[in-house]
């Protein structure tokens, strides 16, 4: 499967992006998970959020939640990142990611195989 991720941008604090990611090639099973993960420099690679397709859920961290959240489009294989009061510590290569059949362990990285190419989201403070 083939991920293509979008949306990211220079924004000041406080403000608001919504990121995309389009899913296309090889289909999933119905019960597939999409969602993201970002990396700050010198950081690891940590989980933001995921959505289980199957049960039509979404799984936030803690340390965006009531921040950000995350849907889909079914028709269009996409799922969507909207992240609102943002802070500087929110700035980070996001990364969108797949994998066919959902995970207990969602927020593990080592989960998924499937990458998209990172869209860098930066916040002045």
Known sequence: V?????GGGLVQAGGSLR????????????NYAMGWFRQAPGKE????????WSLNRAYIADSVKGRFTISRDNAKNTVYLQMNSLKAEDTA???????????VDYN????????????????SS
């Open 19 to 30: 990121l995309s990611c389009a899913a296309s090639g090889r289909t999933f099973s119905n």
């Open 108 to 123: 593990n990285v080592r989960q998924y195989d499937n990458w998209g190419q990172g869209t860098l989201v930066t916040v």
């Open 93 to 103: 290569v996001y990364y969108c990611t797949a994998r066919p059949r959902w995970a």
């Open 45 to 52: 690679r940590e989980f933001v959020a995921a959505f289980r």
């Open 2 to 6: 083939q991920l293509q991720a979008s």
